[in-house]
């Protein structure tokens, strides 16, 4: 960043006017070489860099554009698939996509969408065809299961993440704050009664979120009398390999809830082995797709996070904030409550 460094002061140093720095910058040829350098050397001395969106906006104004324009944005497809994001089947990650998009249109930026692995290009070569393009800004969508993370070339650009903090990047990441999401989704459960809740996952999920949801339900345990955690449930998947596992897990350690991110998948394993939910056995989910589902658990609202994480994005475009930050800055959006019907009611 330039840190109050503007043209004019670049001019008052070189002793030149505003107009011959923006030409020496832009390497215009009406300005002889020996001063476009010796402009240039002041500038890179002071630190100066220029405002992404009052370049653009020169730019269209010499070539006669509507001024309103302002730089553009990529959206990042870092799934598998070049339709990964778009139509993922999880329908909280479709909407982050839908959130963010539709705020970029609100603040006039001009969202493009490009996928990651197009042409099974490298993140370099990817990094620079976007440079090329003059993209300013980055979102990343959650990158898929088991994949690293980008190694793209991030001083070109201003980047957040939709996606939980990555150990290996310190880039701007905003997600949901899985920790509470857990702990609410087990005080709403001890609320309605349930003292032996078990917590139910995948082993890709357990490690994807680095252990949050697990470290929500072990601390409720000590928050909440009389609640006994049962020893929690890791599987592969929720296929018909898991439901050996889920119906000894259930006989064993007898649990009256289940939190959990199986989902339907889940729900349908436990019902198959004969349990009814919810007079058997409750079933809570930690990641309900919409207010008003069937299953109860909490709402994420991903509309939400991909506003947030746009309005933080054209925050640092505009702030001119370009490269890996030293610190790592994670914003968190707090999961809501859905009733549903998979719990018993609270007590009246």
Not at 32 to 40: G, N, S
Not at 128 to 149: C, F, K, N, T, Y
Not at 255 to 279: K, M, Y
Request: proline share 7%.
């Amino acid at each position: 960043m330039s840190h109050g460094i503007t043209m004019k002061t670049v001019a008052t140093q070189a002793g030149v006017t505003q107009a011959t720095v923006s030409m020496s910058l832009a390497n215009n040829p009406r300005i002889p070489p020996a001063t476009r350098e010796r402009i240039q050397a002041i500038a890179r001395k002071l630190g100066y860099q220029p405002n992404p969106y009052v370049s653009t906006l020169m730019r269209l104004r010499r070539q006669g554009k509507p001024l309103q324009d302002k730089p553009a944005l990529a959206f990042v497809c870092a799934e598998r698939a070049a339709d990964g994001w778009r139509n993922n089947p999880s329908l909280t990650i479709r909407q982050m996509r839908e959130g963010a998009l539709e705020r970029a249109t609100l603040r006039g930026y001009r969202a493009q969408e490009f996928w990651l692995h197009r042409d099974g290009m490298s993140n370099e070569r990817f990094s620079a065809m976007l440079h090329a393009r003059g993209i300013q800004g980055l979102l990343i969508s959650p990158v898929a299961e088991g994949d690293p993370p980008p190694a793209l070339v991030w001083n070109y650009f201003a980047a957040v993440s939709i996606s939980v903090p990555l150990p290996a990047l310190t880039i701007t990441t905003v997600c949901n704050d899985h920790y509470f999401s857990s702990v609410l989704a087990v005080r709403e459960c001890y609320q309605r009664g349930y003292r032996r809740p078990g917590l139910a996952l995948r082993h890709v999920h357990r490690h994807r979120f680095q252990g949050r949801w697990e470290a929500g339900y072990l601390v409720s345990g000590e928050m909440m009398p009389d609640l006994e955690l049962v020893e929690p449930l890791f599987v592969d998947d929720w296929n018909a390999d898991a439901a050996p596992r889920v119906a000894r897990w259930l006989k064993h350690e007898k649990p009256d809830v289940i939190i959990n991110l199986g989902g339907a998948p889940l729900h349908d394993l436990v019902t198959s082995a004969g349990w009814r939910i919810p007079d058997d056995i409750g079933f809570a989910w930690l990641a309900c797709p919409r207010m008003g589902d069937r299953l109860s658990g909490v709402w994420q609202n991903g509309r939400l996070t991909g506003a947030l994480a746009m309005d933080t994005l054209i925050s640092m475009v505009e702030r001119n904030e370009r490269g890996m930050p030293e610190q790592a800055t994670t914003l968190m959006v707090e999961g809501q409550w859905n009733e549903g019907r998979t719990l018993r009611p609270l007590p009246a």
